[in-house]
């Protein structure tokens, strides 16, 4: 199924474009034939269940897995899936273009264990873009304070929370101004009672019109801050569209049976955003 | 539901937490005690034979103990060479290219698959025969290094790989060039997890050092066997030789515990 863009006035023109893509794991075909548009301010919600291949999915757009077919565009810089020539000097620098233009935040977190928060920020813009310390380090604080960080930045990881962690890896991605944040489920490492603060944060970007592409378990989040919903089944889009007709009135059986049985499995990650 | 409400014994719980401390202390306590009767019995045994010379030791000792001086230099020296070289064998060892790779395997299996004491004499005798003259420290830290640089290369290529893949893909993902990844957020962590093997290699290499004594370098262990030929005095000059590198180990021992200790402290 192909996803057209969302047509809700407030979105911009279409900033990630994803086309055709198939993954192989071995022999094992793990996404089949993925088309996916996203636009400016857009959030977009991947849902379904594990083994869906919506990880992969998210891997694939900045080429954490090189896809076996297919075709990412993000902000105009175009790669096509080339699994024989990955690990090439040329093909590692398109590559890297791609991910100047899309932060990637992970379920276990990944902040540097030897640097501090501040440094964890301020790493990449200073030794990859090039921006003055002063400048990069102003800009970090600026989104630590966002994220209710700003009193941990001289911290190192290791003294804090998953919640805090997520967060700061949160202002660590948002430091290099990317055209679009992905989120690999985000939450699924915390404690329970640390999952709403990182929720809050994100909801929060949401609503300020920052693109994302989140891959998460948390409905109620996702009915709360996604403009489009997508539910992935064994490798394809099932069913795309804003969270009232995906998660409210889904059309497609498989949905309606995974909406299903997860509400049951899961009641309590309905109201994982805490009251504000 | 009612668990346990029957009356509990009168033994509170300090004092059993303090007879476990009692128990611990006292087990400390009796295995020093049995290293202190040990020695005292291998002193008094020595002793008993009559055949310990404590002038010969009074002239002669201090000569002897002063090779230790040469001792750490060499390893100390040498251990800094095997470092630099372990790294650049692990970075080829994970290279992608297969002539790196290539050179960076040979350089191990080669230095694996052969004798340190043979390496030591190839440097030394060998070597010259090609042009290649060597002063006899030089040779021996030249051998040393090679040898420990392929054994710590297998450590260091461990130690890279156990840094967790998240890391690499955190790093990457905010754009860093494959260099930077490995420089910046890579190495920094493969090292804390190396010190201690590091550490491990250096009180190796304080005793595998003695092989350097063949090139007639004057370190501990040459001096040790020098005197003690001369004189007949070997059991002398090789007991004081043993209790030196004892002692530096011990004290090499001491200060990697407590650095693993103090880095256990810090992070994760």
Redesign the interface.
């Known amino acids: 199924m192909t996803v057209t863009p969302s047509t809700a006035p407030h979105l911009g023109e279409v900033i990630v474009e994803a086309r055709g893509i198939e993954k192989y794991f071995g022999t094992n075909h793990v996404l089949r034939g993925i088309d996916l548009d996203v636009r400016r301010r857009e959030a977009v919600m991947i849902i379904g269940r594990s083994g869906s291949g919506k990880t992969t999915l998210i891997r694939c757009l900045n080429f954490l897995e090189e896809p076996t077919v297919g075709s990412v565009e993000i902000d105009g810089m175009r790669v096509d899936a080339d699994p024989l020539h990955a690990g090439t000097r040329e093909r590692e620098e398109l590559i890297r273009q791609i991910r100047l233009r899309a932060g990637m935040l992970f379920q276990e977190f990944n902040l540097f264990p030897h640097m501090s928060v501040l440094a964890n920020c301020i790493e990449a813009p200073v030794r990859v873009r090039g921006i003055p310390e002063a400048e990069a380090t102003s800009l970090a604080e600026k989104l630590l304070e966002k994220v209710g960080l700003i009193e941990k930045r001289d911290e190192f990881p290791a003294r804090l929370s998953g919640g805090q962690k997520q967060r700061a890896a949160i202002a660590r991605a948002m430091c290099m101004e990317p055209k679009v944040l992905m989120f690999d489920e985000p939450t699924s490492a915390l404690d329970p009672e640390l999952v709403g603060e990182v929720l809050t944060v994100m909801e929060e970007l949401a609503h300020e019109g920052t693109t994302m592409i989140v891959v998460t378990h948390e409905m109620h989040f996702a009915r709360e801050a996604a403009d489009t919903v997508i539910y992935m089944d064994e490798g394809q889009i099932i069913e795309a569209g804003p969270p009232e007709q995906v998660l409210g009135e889904p059309a497609d059986e498989r949905t309606q049976h995974f909406l299903r049985r997860f509400l049951n499995s899961f009641p309590d990650r309905q109201g994982a955003i805490p009251e504000r | 539901m009612i668990i346990a409400d029957a009356p509990r014994p009168p033994v509170a719980l300090d004092q059993i937490a303090a007879s476990v401390v009692r128990a611990r202390r006292s087990f400390r306590t009796r295995a020093v005690a049995t290293w202190a009767l040990l020695i005292g019995l291998l002193v008094a045994g020595l002793w008993a034979t009559g055949n310990i010379d404590t002038e010969f030791i009074g002239v002669w000792g201090p000569w002897v103990v002063g090779g230790a001086g040469l001792t750490v230099f060499v390893s100390a020296v040498s251990i800094v060479f095997a470092t630099l070289l372990a790294l650049a064998g692990a970075m080829g060892r994970l290279s992608?290219n297969p002539y790196v790779n290539g050179v960076a395997s040979l350089y191990v299996s080669l230095v694996r698959g052969t004798p340190l004491i043979v390496q030591i004499y190839f440097i030394y005798l060998a070597l010259p025969q090609v042009g290649i003259v060597l002063a006899a420290i030089p040779a021996g830290i030249i051998a040393l290094s090679f040898n420990y640089g392929a054994y710590m290369t297998e450590i260091f290529r461990a130690g890279i790989q156990a840094v967790?893949r998240?890391?690499r893909?955190?790093?990457?993902?905010?754009?860093?060039?494959?260099r930077?990844v490995m420089r910046?957020?890579v190495l920094?962590?493969a090292f804390?997890i190396v010190i201690p093997a590091i550490g491990n290699d250096f009180i190796a290499m304080l005793k595998d050092s003695s092989l350097v004594s063949i090139l007639a370098v004057e370190e501990l262990l040459f001096r040790a066997q020098l005197v003690g030929r001369q004189n007949f005095r070997s059991l002398e000059t090789l007991l004081i030789a043993a209790a030196i590198y004892w002692v530096l180990t011990m004290v090499f021992s001491y200060f990697q515990e407590r650095l693993e200790r103090r880095m256990a402290r810090?992070?994760?």
């Open positions: 992608r967790p998240g890391q893909e955190a790093a990457e993902s905010l754009g860093m060039t494959e930077m910046r957020i920094p962590q804390r810090g992070d994760r």
